[in-house]
């Protein structure tokens, strides 16, 4: 494409003060003390996209927040890209962990990034990514080189789990329309070794609650003589995994596809080092499934991750107490197949079955989603394939992540076309951590990147 680079180059200081500015706004759509906010960031997507050279773009209000519709339709008989993202952001807690404050932004280099990264909640997930979409319309229209339709669909209640979502799309089949859906929500295997996301887990997310005695009771005068219900929270926890850290619930793997030797061959030649994943985390050794690789664990293989438990006196000092409730907050990471409501009903019959007398249990399901996997044969891998190879000089590597997100098996469902996951995030961004930053040159690469994708799509769909 003509003079991507020059534009990029020309215009890089403003895509990030930009950039910069939308990071200010705390849209952490879990937290409702945060909703002007949230709404704010909508109105700030929208008038982007009038700026990129949409036509027409909206805010579709829903059930919870809205979702930026734009759209550039240049010729009905040309195909239409549907890009996806989310404007909204995780709570950035543990706030004292960041070492600048998260709606702060600032470019700091880092040893991975030492041209700099952009240091904010939402830096990578997702504001940087979405907005590389944005960028690079905007290059496509005043350039004059939008080769095909364009529409946008970001949305705000990504990270809770996209309730509303599901509905919109439902009942906006004919507006929603596409040939493919583009999403930059995932990441790639390093700065030089470009990769194609083509597969994302399905997700359950459940929480539970043990309660044993009406009230908190006094350690000594009650303790061994009634159910602690902490101490009965763990063990089940606990018995949720075997010596071999399979998951014991009945029936959870029965959908579990197997893949073949030689898909599992091909996997471990991506470029992978225990010695570098183990050094980046601290640790002295990986954990998990027996008879699986670190990089099957995390992408072909469900889980079963407790992602927070509280109960009891957490406070200074001691205090002897037997408290009356106990909960967790539980995750598990499904695999294409698995069904998220099937397996949320797995887990309660079992968790319900495994307590012991003297306690009671409560199981409440969050929100879920199917996993997904994309072919690498589909004319939408092909294009994405090809820019990359542009712009990286390498061919990308299709690579299963083990994130999720749950929306993309839906519209496949409804919407009937492909997605295609051009991820320019890193492992090392810290999404959803303290300190979470996206590199200077991955958000400039995917701005470039993305003009390319839409120029080999419409190429290959005459
Ligand atoms: N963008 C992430 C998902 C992701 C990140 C996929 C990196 C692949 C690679 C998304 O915003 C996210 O965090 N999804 C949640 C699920 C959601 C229902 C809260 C997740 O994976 O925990
Ligand atoms: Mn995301
Ligand atoms: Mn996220």
Known sequence: MENIQSYVNQHKDRFLSEL?????IPSISADSAYKKDVLSTAEAVKTQLEAAGCDLV??????GYPIVYGE??????????LVYGHYDVQPPDPLE???SPPFE????????????????????DDKGQMYMHVKAMEFMTNTNQLPC???FMIEGEEEVGSENLGDFVKANHEKLKNDVILISDTGMIAKDVPSITTGLRGLSYVEVEVTGPNRDLHSGLYGGAVANPINVLTKMIASLHDDNNHITIPGFYDKVEELSKEERAQMAKAPFSLENYKKALDIDAVYGEEGYTTNERNSIRPTLDVNGIWGGYIGEGAKTVIASKAYAKISMRLVPNQDWKEITDLFKSHFESIAPAGVKVKVTPHHGGQGYVTPIDSIGYQAASKAYSDTFGKTPIPQRSGGSIPIVALFEQELKSK????????DSDAIHSPNEHFGVWNYLKGIETIPLFYKYFTELSK
């Open 149 to 151: 339709n364009v529409k």
């Open 105 to 124: 932004p600032v470019i700091k280099p880092t040893e991975l990034h030492p041209e700099g990264a952009i240091f904010a909640r939402g830096a990578c």
């Open 97 to 99: 962990l960041w070492t």
């Open 20 to 24: 910069i500015e939308l990071l200010k």
């Open 58 to 63: 909206e805010i579709c209000e829903t059930n």
């Open 419 to 426: 997605t295609i996951l051009m991820g320019f995030g890193l």
């Open 72 to 81: 550039k339709i240049i010729d009905k008989n040309l195909p239409t890209v």
